[in-house]
Nanobody
Framework: QVQLVESGGGLVQAGGSLRLSCTAS?????HGWYRQAPGKQRELVAR???????NYADSVKGRFTISRDNAKNTVYLQMNSLKAEDTAVYYC??????????WGQGTQVTVSS
């Protein structure tokens, strides 16, 4: 069982930046970040494979960047030009090489307008 430990959430003004990080306790094929705002469904924000292939939600393209340090089993989400609509609980997600699916505990990101 892989454990995911997240950090980096908080409160920021609109236009500001935050960086989230998520460290896995074991080897991971693909890392991703999802978010869930109150009253809404959880949605994919960005994800990245071991090989560096990335994809992003249209709403964050050009503002968010996902990256990973394979040696540390850590994924980062750099969030720039934050907007009030980015306010949500952000969840780290990881897929193992045999199709396992893991979730972090979630970290709150609040953007004040």
């Amino acid at each position: 069982q892989v454990q995911l430990v997240e950090s980096g959430g908080g409160l920021v003004q609109a236009g500001g930046s935050l960086r989230l990080s998520c460290t896995a306790s074991g080897s991971i094929f693909r890392h991703g970040w999802y978010r869930q705002a109150p009253g809404k469904q959880r949605e994919l924000v960005a994800r990245i494979t071991t090989g560096g292939t990335t994809n992003y939600a249209d709403s964050v393209k050009g503002r968010f960047t996902i990256s990973r340090d394979n040696a540390k089993n850590t994924v980062y989400l750099q969030m720039n030009s934050l907007k009030a609509e980015d306010t949500a609980v952000y969840y780290c997600n990881a897929n193992g090489y045999s199709g396992q699916n893991y979730w972090g505990q979630g970290t709150q990101v609040t953007v004040s307008s």
